[in-house]
């Protein structure tokens, strides 16, 4: 039988899943407490869900996080954004954070998405 081998993208977010999960064995108060907050951040309000997973790429994308970069194009995709919005939200990141900014938008995340969507579809 075949091995199948995990891409790049699922291989980043498989190493933050396990580093996550360690974290919440050893310290299992802050990581409730993280996580409910985290979860309450993204809740729709007057901002939707998907506007909030673009917002949060944006940042990562000007934060240079590359795990956030590609857990946030996952919530973009997972929250029904478009690539074109995905990207414009890359463009309004590089526009803020510069030279920086624009080559993570223009490698990884659209490396993540070619990946995580081609996954998912």
């Known amino acids: 039988m075949e091995e199948q081998r995990m891409s790049f993208t699922e291989a980043y977010l498989q190493e933050y899943k396990h580093g996550i999960g360690t974290f919440t064995e050893k310290m299992p108060d802050i990581a409730h407490h993280f996580n409910s907050f985290t979860e309450a ?47 414009e939200a890359c463009g309004v990141a590089a526009a803020f954070g510069g030279g920086a900014a624009m080559s993570q938008a223009v490698t990884l995340v659209q490396e993540a998405y070619e990946e995580l969507n081609d996954a998912t579809h």
């Open 41 to 87: 951040c993204f809740d729709a309000g007057e901002l939707s869900k998907k506007e909030k997973q673009l917002i949060a790429l944006g940042i990562s994308v000007v934060a240079q996080d590359e795990y956030c970069m590609i857990y946030h194009t996952r919530g973009c995709i997972d929250q029904g954004a478009s690539e074109r919005e995905i990207m």
